[in-house]
């Protein structure tokens, strides 16, 4: 089983992704994957904040960078 996941990134100068990962992957694995840092952003699903080591669920996901990379 796959998971697809459409990636909206806020306030980053990364652009939009879609991504197809294995069931079972977290969503710190897919920060790993977009090669973005988890202490400098917030993962949305729905609108409600989901911890990073929760399964990703197939659907839209917003990552919000909330420091600096600079």
């Excluded at 459409?6 to 990364?14: H, R």
């Excluded at 694995?29 to 952003?41: G, P």
């Amino acid at each position: 089983m796959t998971i697809d996941l459409d990636i909206e990134l806020i306030n980053s100068e990364l652009s939009n992704k879609k991504l197809n990962v294995p069931g079972g992957t977290t969503y710190e694995k897919v920060l790993d994957l977009l090669d973005i840092n988890q202490e400098t952003v917030l993962i949305l699903k729905e609108g409600q904040a989901v911890p990073f080591d929760g399964m990703a669920v197939s659907g839209n996901l917003t990552i919000m960078c909330i420091a600096s990379q600079g």
